[in-house]
């Protein structure tokens, strides 16, 4: 028995397979495959295997972050027969089996309700074949839901071509909008069982088309432990709750019910509203993931009544919690409680990145003194960066020679001097032995080396900003002229307001960097726009042509390179 598969679609399309009896064929984008698809990013390293006995030809998905899709219904295993449509990332692979022993009939009229493969075309009433389009759309919609929250810490991808995986999600949101009555008794259907990415995309559907109702049995069920859903369900409604609707979600659940309290933070903290009264009973009984949205909400509008309960939370045990209160107290105006909040162990409350985007001159001596004393925690190095002194550049160069501290001393020092220095290198793959073939575990357990079939080892080649210590010792030397000392610096100019927007525009700059560039226009010079890294692109986009509007109404106001808090200048 011989099986071929063609690629029909996707980055490698027309590239054809062959799987011969008793083989097995190891499909991914990583080095440690069979068949490597590295072209599509949204491939896992390890995917999915193919294997043939000599009478079936199974497909097996290997726990990829994606799913693997027969007849476009997700599969953990699935027997494969002739003109079986196999989806992985975004590559379409279509099934021919040369055996007649194997073939199988003509399936069976679809059931609405089942999840069996795709059945022939010519077995399906019109009714029947937009149920499978609209369960396609919502399948669709999942993955690239799903995908785009993949994408956000991806340093191979910019967070402006993000845009592309929106436009398809919303083109799959659209479809389903358009298919009224059909499309919203299949998307109920689905909910029920559905993923993440799956409850997203039918609450933004129920939500388009008005259907408070259905978006109540969403709710309903969905439980404060399950944080993926429950953060899907809540993102939808922040981007497409209609107005009209925002008292009513308060009634669906009790007042004190953490999973109301975390969807209604989520809204009203984008939309920039205040919180209704009464909605929490009793911090200590919330999850730390609850209070963490409640601190980003409240530091997201111009409300100082619940400035002692931050404060307090200041102290919480969990550092996501304290990190979001820090960023809602600075947005307040309360740099100096953050300054001053301290733990029980005399370690500072909020760590240095969050206080670097309100730091003073003050703060920046204390932290190179900290520095200079005891090895520091990565995070310091990245807030030297940040605060952007050319005092820190002899230590950040001096950790580039630390193989652990290295990737933070290069974003530290690429933040203050902009020289952009990249590298290719070679990271090789970390062994998980439930991956590793039984052959290949013996030749670990030996000490030897387990490599790819041409006798490469596993891994991939990543493009990184430049971590050898004598390359940005050289750029230093040739441009340090360039630069005074007791100015702020960021990507090599003098700090101002329109390089801060810079930044947010850049499409290399991380993820990290361009949530605290946003803070810090808020904090220090009073450019509260709205938003956030994971909006839409488009809507980023329009917020950045804001920023820049406000920029040349205002830049005069401000020194280049000075520090600024609250609009005022700080004395050195």
């Known amino acids: 028995m011989n099986i071929f598969i063609e690629i029909v679609s996707g980055p490698e399309k027309g590239r054809s397979l062959q799987l011969s009896d008793n083989q097995v064929l190891r499909v991914g984008r990583g080095q440690k495959v069979d068949v490597a698809l590295a072209l599509d990013q949204s491939i896992s390293s390890l995917h999915c295997s193919l294997e043939c006995d000599g009478q079936t030809c199974r497909i097996r998905d290997l726990n990829s972050r994606n799913g693997t899709f027969v007849n476009g219904h997700r599969i953990t295993e699935a027997m494969l027969k002739t003109g079986d449509e196999i989806r992985v990332g ?59 929250l993949t994408l956000f810490d991806d340093p191979e991808i910019t967070w402006v071509a993000i845009g592309e995986w929106e436009e398809r999600l919303e083109a799959h949101i659209d479809a389903l909008v358009i298919g009224e009555d059909l499309a919203l008794e299949v998307s109920e259907k689905q909910a029920a069982e559905g993923d993440f990415g799956m409850l997203f995309a039918v609450a933004s559907v ?24 429950l953060q899907a369900v ?76 931050l404060q307090d939370w200041l102290k919480h045990e969990d550092e996501s919690v304290r990190s979001a209160t820090a960023v809602a107290l600075l947005r ?6 953050v300054q001053e909040a301290t733990l029980q162990n005399g370690i500072s409350a909020a760590p240095w990145s969050i206080r670097a985007i309100a730091a003073t001159p003050k ?22 960066g940040i605060m952007g002194e050319i005092t820190a550049v002899p230590i950040l ?12 001393a290069a974003l530290g020092l690429n933040l203050i001097t902009g020289a952009e220095l990249y590298e290719k290198v070679f990271i090789p793959e970390v062994m998980d032995e439930d991956e590793l073939f039984d052959e290949e575990k013996e030749q670990v357990k030996k000490g030897q080396p387990v490599l790819r079939p041409d006798g490469k080892p596993y891994g991939e080649n990543v493009v990184r900003l430049s971590q050898k210590p004598e390359e940005w010792k050289t750029w230093w ?28 525009a ?16 808020v904090i220090r010079y009073g450019a509260d726009i709205p938003f956030e890294t994971d909006m839409p692109v488009r809507q980023q986009q329009e917020a950045i042509a804001k920023w820049k509007g406000w920029v040349a109404a205002n830049e005069a106001r401000f020194k280049p390179g000075k520090w600024y808090l609250g609009e005022q200048l700080i004395a050195p």
């Open 90 to 148: 975004y590559t379409t692979l279509i099934v021919s089996i040369q055996s007649p022993a194997i073939q199988t009939s003509v399936p069976p009229p679809f059931d609405v309700t089942s999840k069996t493969a795709k059945p022939s075309r010519v077995t399906r009433s019109p009714r029947r074949f937009y149920v499978e389009l609209y369960e396609e759309h919502l399948e669709e919609a999942s993955f690239l839901c799903a995908q785009r």
């Open 206 to 229: 129920f939500c388009r088309q008005r259907r408070f109702d259905l978006l109540k049995k969403v709710l309903e069920p969905l439980g404060s432990e399950d944080l993926e859903k």
């Open 234 to 309: 809540a993102d939808a409604l922040k981007y497409e709750c209609p107005p009209e609707w925002e008292s009513e979600i308060a009634h669906v659940l009790p007042v004190t019910d953490p999973r109301l309290i975390f969807i209604l933070a989520t809204l009203y903290g984008c939309r920039r509203k205040k919180f209704g009264e009464g909605l929490v009973a009793d911090i200590a009984t919330l999850p730390p993931a609850v209070v963490q949205k409640l601190a980003w909400a409240k530091g997201r509008r111009d409300d100082k009544q619940g400035k002692s309960q």
């Open 332 to 337: 307040l105006g309360e740099q100096k409680l």
């Open 363 to 384: 703060e920046l001596t204390l932290l190179l003194a900290q520095v200079g004393r005891n090895k520091p925690e990565t995070d310091s190095l990245i807030a030297l």
């Open 397 to 408: 160069l001096s950790y580039l020679a630390d193989e652990a501290m290295a990737p933070a």
């Open 477 to 504: 030397m040739a441009n340090q002229n360039r630069f005074s000392r007791g100015l702020r610096y960021r990507s090599g100019v003098p700090v101002t307001p329109a390089v801060l927007v810079d930044n947010l």
């Open 506 to 521: 850049f499409p290399k700059t991380p993820r990290k960097i361009r949530q605290l560039a946003y803070e810090e226009l």
